[in-house]
C-alpha cells in the first residue's frame, strides 16, 4: 500500500466527483447491500433516513400541540390525548431525534473521512447500532400504535410507576434499546478516534468537530447507562412493584430524578456538543480561515462534557433537596456558561478579517449563533437559585431549551446536512432556496419560541392542557410562530429530495474547504474513502498557504 | 508492509492495531457497565443509610455460605479464564479449550448455587415485589432490601449467561482453530469481560451478605 | 380576573420584587451580550463580506489576552449573580420563626387546604396581608407542586413526606394557584386561587364561615379514637413515651442516635413505629397505615405542637 503526501494549499487536479467514478453510493443497489452494510457512510445515510422520519412524526405532535394551545380552553383533543401528544414529542424529539441527530448521521459518516481512517474501529458493530435504533423506535411507535404514553417524556416517579395507565413500559424499553445505540456509537467514536488517525494527525491538528464528538461520546458511555438501568428499575416497579421508587413502600420518588437527570442533563451536551462541532467547521471555511482559539474550542468541548456530569441538581431546585445541596448545583451550572461562552466568542472572532460568504450552511451557522446565544444567557437565569424557582416547570424552561435543543442542535445539523450534502450525495442544491428556508426558520423559531419566555415568567405551567385567558396572546403567536417554522423545515425537504435527481453535480470540494474529506475524497467518497493513507502535514483550517510551501 | 493475516479486517493497517482499538473497546464498554451497575449500587447505598437496621435484618436473612461458596467458585472461574487467555497467546487449542471448558462449568455451578439462594428466598416469602410476604420487622424496608438484592444479583446473573454465551462461542471458534499465537483478540477480550462479571460479585457478596453482620 | 392583555405578573408578596430585581439585572446583561454578538456578527460579516473568489485572508490564530477577558467577565458576573440568587434563594426557603401554619394536601386533582382554626378549603387558600404564612404540604399520590406566580414562589409537593414553602402577601386580590408538576390527566385543572385580604377581611371571613374546630381539638379527638393515648401518657409505667414537648425537640433512640421530633419524624412513627425506637421503651406500637388518612396525620400533627406548647410553658 503506498501513501500520498498530503500537501497543504495544493488543489487537487483530478475531480473523483464527476464522471462515472465507482463511489459508496453506486457500489451497489440492491436491498441487501443497504441493509447489511458495514459502510460507515452507507449507514449514516440510513440514519438519515430514518431520522427524518422521527423527525416528522415528532413534528407532527408538535404542530397539534400548537393547535390545542391557540385557545385557552381544551377544544380539539381530551386532557389524556393532549398529555400523550407533548409526551411522544418529548420521547421521539429526545431519544429518536436529538441525541443521534449530529453524531450518527454526520459523526458516522465524517470521523473516519476526517481523520483519514477507512472506516470506524467496528464497523458491524455500527450497523448493530442502527438496528438497535430502529428496533427502539419500533417500539416507540408501537407504544403510539397501543394508545401512546402520558408520563412527559421525564417519566417522573411515582406517577410513571404506579399511577399511569398508558404504555410505559413500550416506551421506556424502546428508550433503553436506543440507549445502548447511542453507547455503542461513541465507544466507536472513542476508539476510532484514539486508534485510527491517519499517520500526521495528531490531536491538535483534528478538526473540532472531532473534537466536539469525542466529548460527545464520553457522554454517551458514562451517562447512558446510568438512565438505562433507572429505566429498568421504573419498569420493574411498574411490573412487580419493587418499592425501590413507591413513597408507599418507602420508597424515595426523589431518587428517581437524581438518576434521571444524571443521564439527562449530560444528554442536553449530546444533543449540542457536536452541532457545536460543525460550528467550527462552517464557520472556518465561509469565512476562509483559521479558527480563532483552536485550543481553547477544543478544550471548552472537555470542560463541557465534565462539568455536565455534575450539574444535574439544577432540575430540582424546587424538589425539596437541601437549600445547601441546590448552591452547590448552582454555582457548577454558573461555570458550565463559561466554556459555552468562549466558543461563541472565538466563533465570532474568527469572523475577524475573514472573507465571509453568505452562502446557505453559513447562514444556517449564524443563525445557530444567533439562537444559541440566547438559549445560552437564558441557561444563566435558570441556574440562577431564585429566578428558578419561579419560573421552574414553566414555559420559560420550554422556551429555553426549545432555543437550545432546536436553536442549537438542529440549526447546527441544518448547517451539517447543507454543508456536507455535496460531498454525502454528490449534488448541488439549489442555494437561493436554502437560503429563503434558513431565514424562514430563523423567523418561525423566533417567533414561536420567544413569546415562550414572557407567558413563562407570567407564570403559565408547562404541559397544561388548558390554560388562563390572559395568556392566549402570547399563545397565538406561538402557534403562529410553530407553523411558519414547520414551512421552513418542509422547503428543505422538498429542495434535497430534488437535488437527489436534478441537482447538478458537485466536485470534490464545491466550497474551497480544508479538511481530508474535502481535499483528498470524491463527492461522493470511494468505498474505502481515500485511494491512499493520507499523511498529514498541518493542522486544521489552514486556509491561508505557508509561505514555505509557496 | 501490511502482514496479511487471514484475521486482519479491511479497515485496520496490522494486527496490532486492531488488537489495540479492540482492546480500547472493551475497556470503553467496561467502564460503561460499571456506570450501569453504579446506578444500582447507588441507590442501593442511598437506602440503605437511610434504613440501615432494616438493611442488616435484611441481609441477615441471606445464606453467607452458600454466598460464600458461590464467591469462591467464581474466582476460580476468573484462574481458568486467565488460564484460557494464557494457552491462546500460546495457540495451544486443546488447552484452550479445556480452560474455556472448566470456566463454563465453574460459571454454570455459580448460577445452580443463585438458583438454589433464590428458591431458598422465595419459600421463606422474601420473593421481589409483589410475591414478597414476610412479615417481620422493618416489612416494608426489608422489601425494597429484598428489591435490590433481587434487581443486582439478577442483573448479575444475567451477565453471567450472557458471558457462558461467549465462552460457548469461543469454544466453537476455538475447537475449528481460530487462535493462534499471533490472533487472539477475542478470548482475551471476552476474558477481560468475565473478570469484570466476576469483580461486580466480588463488591455485591460483601455489600449484601455481610454488611449487617458487624 | 383580569383579561387585558399583561405582560407581567403581579407582585403580591414580598419576595416577588427581589426576584424580579435578579430577573431584570439579567435581561439587561443578556441584552447587552446578545446585542454585543449580533453587532460583531453584523460588523465582520458586512465589513469582511468575500469580495472576490480569490481573497486569502491573514491567518490569526488566536489570543490570549482575549480569551482571558471573555472567560473571566462572565465568571465574575455569573458568580455575582450566584451570590445575589443564592441569598434570595435562602431566605425565600427559610421561614421567619413567627410564621403562621397552614397545611396542604396534594392529590389527584385538587388541593386540600386547613387553617390551623379548622377551616377547610378546596383549590382556595385565604391569607392575610402582612403576616408569614408557612405551608406544611404533602400529597396523597404523585408529585404535585404548589405554585403561586404572583408570589415568584414554588416547591414540589412530595408523597411520603412533608415539603414546607412560605410568603408574605403584600397586595389584596385574586391570585393564581397552580400545579406546575405534571401529575397525570387532569393536571391542568388542578388550579386554584390565593385569596390576599387585609388582615381585618381576614379575620371576618374566618369568622363568617362555618363553625369549624381547631385542627389540634380535631387531632385530639383523632389521638383518642386511634386510642393512642393509652400508651402515650404520662405515667411512670406507661408504654409508650409521653409526647408532651416533644414536638421540636431532639429525642433520643435506641441505639444512641438522637432525632429531631420535626413533621417527618412523627409522620414515620406512626405509618412505619419499627423504624426508629425511643430509648427506654418496647417496639410495641403496631402501624396505623390504612387507618389514617393524610389530613388526618396533619391534625395529629398540630395537636402534638400544641402540646409542645403546653410543655414549654
Not at chain 1, 406561538?478 to 425537504?493: D, E, F, K, M
Not at chain 2, 496490532?16 to 453504579?38: C, D, H, K, N, R
Not at chain 3, 408570589?151 to 394557584?177: N, Q
Not at chain 3, 405515667?235 to 429531631?260: D, H, M, Q, T, Y
Amino acid at each position: 500500500m503506498s501513501t500520498s503526501v498530503f500537501k497543504p494549499g495544493e488543489r487537487q487536479l483530478s475531480d473523483p466527483g464527476s464522471g462515472p467514478t465507482e463511489n459508496y453510493l453506486n457500489a451497489g443497489f440492491s436491498a441487501k447491500s443497504w441493509l447489511l452494510t458495514v459502510d460507515h457512510k452507507r449507514i449514516a445515510i440510513l440514519y438519515l433516513i430514518s431520522l427524518t422520519f422521527f423527525f416528522l412524526i415528532g413534528g407532527l405532535f408538535a404542530l397539534l400541540i400548537r393547535l390545542e394551545l391557540l385557545t385557552p380552553a381544551g377544544d380539539l383533543m381530551q386532557s389524556e390525548t393532549y398529555n400523550k401528544m407533548f409526551t411522544m414529542h418529548g420521547i421521539i424529539m429526545v431519544f429518536f431525534f436529538l441525541i443521534p441527530a449530529v453524531p450518527a448521521v454526520f459523526g458516522n459518516f465524517l470521523i473516519p473521512l476526517m481523520i483519514g481512517a477507512k472506516d470506524l474501529a467496528f464497523p458491524r458493530l455500527n450497523l448493530l447500532s442502527w438496528y438497535l435504533y430502529i428496533g427502539g423506535g419500533l417500539l416507540a411507535i408501537l407504544a403510539i400504535a397501543f394508545g401512546g404514553v402520558d408520563t412527559g417524556w421525564t417519566f417522573y416517579t411515582p406517577y410513571s410507576s404506579t399511577y399511569s395507565n398508558s404504555n410505559v413500559i413500550l416506551a421506556a424499553l424502546g428508550a433503553f434499546i436506543a440507549g445502548f445505540s447511542s453507547i455503542l456509537t461513541g465507544l466507536n467514536f472513542i476508539v476510532t478516534i484514539h486508534k485510527m488517525r491517519a499517520p500526521g494527525m495528531t490531536w491538535f491538528r483534528l478538526p473540532l468537530m472531532v473534537w466536539g464528538h469525542y466529548a460527545t461520546s464520553i457522554i454517551q458511555i458514562l451517562g447512558t447507562p446510568v438512565v438505562a438501568i433507572t429505566i429498568v428499575l421504573v419498569a420493574l416497579e411498574r411490573l412487580f412493584s419493587i418499592g425501590i421508587f413507591n413513597p408507599k413502600l418507602g420508597g424515595d420518588p426523589i431518587l428517581f430524578q437524581h438518576l434521571f437527570w444524571f443521564y439527562s442533563h449530560p444528554a442536553v451536551y449530546i444533543m449540542i456538543l457536536p452541532s457545536m462541532g460543525v460550528m467550527s467547521e462552517v464557520i472556518t471555511c465561509f469565512s476562509r480561515k483559521k479558527i480563532f482559539g483552536y485550543d481553547f474550542i477544543a478544550f471548552s468541548s472537555l470542560a463541557i462534557a465534565v462539568l455536565g456530569f455534575l450539574v444535574w441538581g439544577h432540575h430540582m431546585y424546587t424538589s425539596g433537596q437541601s437549600i445547601y445541596t441546590s448552591m452547590v448545583f448552582s454555582i457548577l451550572t454558573f461555570l458550565v456558561a463559561i466554556p459555552s461562552a468562549i466558543k461563541v466568542f472565538n466563533w465570532t472572532a474568527t469572523l475577524y478579517k475573514g472573507s465571509v460568504s453568505y452562502s446557505a450552511p453559513m447562514l444556517y451557522a449564524i443563525g445557530f449563533l444567533g439562537l444559541f446565544t440566547i438559549g445560552g444567557l437564558t441557561g444563566v437565569f435558570l441556574a440562577t437559585l431564585a429566578v428558578d424557582v419561579h419560573v421552574h416547570d414553566t414555559y420559560f424552561v420550554v422556551a429555553h431549551f426549545h432555543y437550545i435543543m432546536v436553536g442549537g442542535a438542529i440549526m447546527g445539523y441544518m448547517a451539517a446536512l447543507h454543508f456536507w450534502w455535496p460531498k454525502m450525495t454528490g449534488r448541488l442544491y439549489p442555494e437561493g432556496w436554502a437560503r429563503f428556508s434558513a431565514l424562514v426558520i430563523f423567523v418561525g423559531f423566533h417567533l414561536t419560541f420567544f413569546p415562550q419566555f414572557i407567558v413563562g415568567y407570567m407564570g403559565m405551567p408547562r404541559r397544561y392542557h388548558v390554560y388562563p385567558e390572559e395568556f392566549q396572546i402570547l399563545n397565538v403567536f406561538s402557534t403562529a410562530g410553530a407553523t411558519i417554522l414547520g414551512i421552513g423545515y418542509l422547503i428543505p425537504l422538498v429542495y434535497f429530495l430534488w437535488s437527489l435527481k436534478y441537482g447538478p453535480r458537485s466536485s470534490a470540494n464545491p466550497w474551497n474547504a480544508k479538511g481530508l474529506e474535502w481535499e483528498q475524497a470524491g463527492s461522493p467518497p470511494e468505498t474505502f474513502n481515500f485511494r491512499d493513507t493520507p499523511v498529514v502535514m498541518e493542522g486544521a483550517y489552514e486556509y491561508e498557504p505557508k509561505i514555505w510551501l509557496k | 508492509m501490511a502482514n496479511h493475516h487471514h484475521a486482519l479486517q479491511h479497515h485496520f493497517e496490522d494486527l496490532e492495531q486492531q488488537f489495540e482499538s479492540a482492546s480500547l473497546g472493551m475497556w470503553a464498554f467496561l467502564i460503561t457497565e460499571i456506570l450501569f451497575f453504579g446506578g444500582l449500587f447507588a441507590g442501593y447505598l442511598v437506602y440503605r443509610s437511610l434504613y440501615p437496621e432494616a438493611f442488616a435484618v435484611g441481609s441477615y436473612k441471606l445464606d453467607v455460605l452458600l454466598g460464600g461458596v458461590n464467591t469462591v467458585v467464581l474466582i476460580c472461574s476468573s484462574l481458568t479464564m486467565a488460564l484460557a487467555v494464557y494457552w491462546a497467546h500460546k495457540g495451544e487449542r486443546t488447552k484452550i479449550v479445556v480452560f474455556l471448558f472448566l470456566t463454563i462449568v465453574l460459571g454454570a455451578a455459580f448460577l445452580g448455587i443463585k438458583a438454589v439462594e433464590y428458591t431458598h428466598k422465595f419459600h421463606a416469602g422474601l420473593a421481589p415485589g409483589n410475591a414478597f410476604s414476610y412479615d417481620g420487622p422493618f416489612a416494608d424496608q426489608v422489601r425494597i432490601f429484598y428489591s435490590f438484592y433481587f434487581s443486582m444479583t439478577g442483573m448479575h446473573a444475567l451477565h453471567m449467561v450472557i458471558g457462558i454465551g461467549l465462552l460457548t462461542y469461543l469454544i466453537i471458534r476455538a475447537r475449528q482453530g481460530a487462535y493462534t499465537a499471533e490472533y487472539s483478540t477475542p478470548v482475551e477480550m471476552i476474558g477481560l469481560y468475565w473478570h469484570f462479571v466476576d469483580i461486580v460479585w466480588i463488591y455485591l457478596f460483601p455489600l449484601l451478605y455481610l454488611i449487617g453482620r458487624s | 380576573m383580569d383579561k387585558d392583555f399583561v405582560l407581567w405578573p403581579e407582585q403580591a408578596s414580598t419576595l416577588a420584587s427581589r426576584v424580579d430585581n435578579i430577573y431584570l439585572f439579567l435581561v439587561a446583561v443578556s441584552v447587552f451580550f446578545t446585542a454585543l454578538i449580533f453587532f460583531l456578527i453584523y460588523l465582520f460579516a458586512v465589513k469582511y463580506r468575500r469580495k472576490s473568489e480569490d481573497d486569502v485572508p491573514k491567518e490569526i490564530s488566536g489570543l490570549l489576552q482575549l480569551e482571558l477577558v471573555w472567560s473571566i467577565i462572565p465568571l465574575i458576573l455569573v458568580l455575582i449573580v450566584f451570590v445575589w440568587g443564592a441569598t434570595i434563594y435562602f431566605d425565600s426557603y427559610t421561614p421567619p420563626a413567627d410564621a403562621m401554619e397552614i397545611y396542604v394536601v396534594g392529590k389527584q386533582w385538587m388541593w386540600h387546604i386547613q387553617h390551623p382554626t379548622g377551616e377547610r378549603e378546596i383549590n382556595e387558600l385565604h391569607v392575610p396581608t402582612g403576616q408569614a404564612v408557612k405551608l406544611t404540604m404533602t400529597s396523597e399520590d404523585v408529585i404535585h407542586s404548589f405554585y403561586v406566580p404572583a408570589f415568584r414562589t414554588k416547591k414540589d409537593v412530595v408523597p411520603g413526606r412533608y415539603s414546607t414553602m412560605w410568603f408574605k402577601a403584600i397586595k389584596p386580590g385574586e391570585y393564581h394557584l397552580f400545579c406546575a408538576e405534571y401529575c397525570g390527566t387532569k393536571h391542568s385543572e388542578m388550579i386554584g386561587k390565593v385569596v390576599v385580604m387585609t388582615p381585618a377581611d381576614y379575620q371576618n371571613w374566618l369568622a363568617g364561615g362555618p363553625a369549624s374546630e381547631p385542627m389540634e381539638v380535631t387531632g385530639e379527638k383523632k389521638f383518642q379514637q386511634l386510642a393512642c393515648h393509652t400508651c402515650h401518657t404520662d405515667k411512670p409505667n406507661a408504654r409508650g413515651p409521653s409526647l408532651v414537648g416533644v414536638f421540636g425537640e431532639s429525642v433520643l433512640l435506641k441505639g444512641g442516635r438522637s432525632v429531631i421530633a420535626d413533621e417527618d419524624y412523627i409522620r414515620e412513627s406512626i405509618l412505619n413505629p419499627k423504624a426508629k425506637i425511643t430509648a427506654g421503651y418496647q417496639p410495641v406500637m403496631p402501624t396505623f397505615k390504612g387507618q389514617i388518612s393524610e389530613v388526618g396525620l396533619l391534625q395529629i400533627t398540630a395537636y402534638l405542637k400544641s402540646l409542645a406548647k403546653e410543655g414549654n410553658q
